[in-house]
C-alpha cells in the first residue's frame, strides 16, 4: 500500500503570505498526484491534479510541482477564503489521502 | 452539470451491514473513463478513501476495508451502491461519493482525483 505524508500538520499564516505544503509518497507515484482544499462542514473541493494542473475555475496563486515521491502545493498569496485544511491524495495505486495540513489564521 | 447526492441510513447498529446510494446527474456511468468513488471522514479526522467503480465494471477498494466492502452500479438509475459488513462505532463518518475519470488514451492509464463531490451523508454506529 502506498502510504502518504504531508508537512506541517498545522500552520498559522497572514493574509497575504506565501504558503507551502509538502506531501510525501512511501513510494514513486509520477505524477499522479491532487491536492483538495476542505473547509469546515463542507466537502473536499479539488484544486490540482497530476501534481501540476489547475483544476478549472481555481484561482491562479494555487500551484502544484513535483514529480515521484515529493509534491509541493503553493499559495503565493493567501486570502481570506484559504484557510481551510488541505489533503493531498495519490492516484497510482487505487487512491490514498494524506493525513491533511490546516491552514488557520495568524 | 454533475451532481452527485448520498442517500442511506443514519443510524446502524454494530455488526449491521451499511448500505449507501449515491445518486447522480450530469453523466453517465455507461460512458468510457467515467467513475464514482465513495470517501468518509470520521468527526474531526482526516479523509479516507473506500472505493471507486468505473464504467467498465473495474472496481478497486481500499486495501485495508476490501473485505468489508462491495460496490456495484446500476447504469439505468444512475445509482452507485457501496455496502459496507459489521459495522463498528469506529465507522461513524460522513460518507461522500464523487464522480472520477480515468484518460484510456494515455498508456498507462492516467487516473484523476475526485472532481466533484456530493454533499456527504452522517452515518452513526451506536447501539
Known amino acids: 500500500d502506498i502510504q502518504m505524508t504531508q508537512s506541517p500538520s498545522s500552520l498559522s499564516a497572514s493574509v497575504g503570505d506565501r504558503v507551502t505544503i509538502t506531501c510525501r509518497a512511501s513510494q514513486s507515484i509520477s505524477s499522479y498526484l491532487n491536492w483538495y482544499q476542505q473547509k469546515p462542514g463542507k466537502a473536499p473541493k479539488l484544486l490540482i491534479y497530476a501534481a501540476s494542473s489547475l483544476q478549472s475555475g481555481v484561482p491562479s496563486r494555487f500551484s502544484g510541482s513535483g514529480s515521484g515521491t515529493d509534491f509541493t502545493l503553493t499559495i503565493s498569496s493567501l486570502q481570506p477564503e484559504d484557510f481551510a485544511t488541505y489533503y493531498c491524495q495519490q492516484s497510482y495505486s487505487t487512491f490514498t489521502f494524506g493525513p491533511g495540513t490546516k491552514v488557520d489564521i495568524k | 452539470q454533475i451532481t452527485l447526492k448520498e442517500s442511506g441510513p443514519t443510524l446502524v447498529k454494530p455488526t449491521q451491514t451499511l448500505t449507501l446510494t449515491c445518486t447522480f446527474s450530469?453523466?453517465?456511468?455507461?460512458?468510457?473513463?467515467?467513475?464514482v468513488g465513495w470517501i468518509r471522514q470520521p468527526p474531526g479526522k482526516a479523509l479516507e478513501w473506500l472505493a471507486l467503480?468505473?464504467?467498465?465494471?473495474?472496481?478497486r477498494y481500499s486495501p485495508s476495508l476490501k473485505s468489508r466492502l462491495t460496490i456495484t452500479k446500476d447504469t439505468s438509475k444512475n445509482q452507485v451502491v457501496l455496502t459496507m459488513t459489521n459495522m463498528d462505532p469506529v465507522d461513524t463518518a460522513t460518507y461522500y461519493c464523487?464522480?472520477?475519470?480515468?484518460?484510456?488514451?494515455?498508456?498507462?492509464?492516467?487516473?484523476?482525483?475526485?472532481?466533484?463531490w456530493g454533499q456527504g451523508t452522517t452515518v452513526t454506529v451506536s447501539s
Open positions: 467503480i468505473y464504467w467498465d465494471d473495474d472496481k
Open positions: 464523487a464522480h472520477s475519470a480515468v484518460d484510456t488514451a494515455m498508456a498507462p492509464y492516467y487516473y484523476y482525483g475526485m472532481d466533484v
Open positions: 450530469g453523466f453517465s456511468l455507461s460512458t468510457s473513463g467515467v467513475g
